[in-house]
């Protein structure tokens, strides 16, 4: 079966870093670019970092761009989200996503994780 299970989350402190993991399997993980999105309580879902199947491109929201870094491993099946300089406006649920372009035949495809808490407090 398809599964994306986050791991990483935690409490830290202001200032302070977190390594979110994603592992994946039930599907070609290489053919999927993968996505960090993240939801505060009562805030919609954002994406957060974004990264190509090969991991040759990456982006960022705004909000955290040069805190965070996006990676991933393609023969571990993993995506990594290293979060650096943390503050307590990034304290959310982080959800991993796998997401692949359909171009008519096959169609396009999405998969989800149940998501890892980060919180940012003192």
């Known amino acids: 079966q398809v599964q994306l299970v986050e791991s990483g989350g935690g409490l830290v402190q202001p200032g302070g870093s977190l390594r979110l993991s994603c592992a994946a399997s039930g599907f070609t993980f290489s053919m999927y670019a993968m996505n960090w999105y993240r939801q505060a309580p009562g805030k919609e879902r954002e994406l957060v970092a974004a990264i190509t199947t090969a991991g040759g491109s990456t982006n960022y929201a705004d909000s955290v761009k040069g805190r965070f870094t996006i990676s991933r491993d393609n023969a571990k099946n993993t995506v990594y989200l290293q979060m650096n300089t943390l503050k307590p406006e990034d304290t959310a649920v982080y959800y991993c996503?796998?997401?692949?372009?359909?171009?008519?035949?096959?169609?396009?495809?999405?998969?989800w994780g149940k998501g890892t808490l980060v919180t940012v407090s003192s």
């Open positions: 996503n796998a997401h692949r372009t359909g171009w008519g035949n096959p169609p396009g495809m999405d998969y």
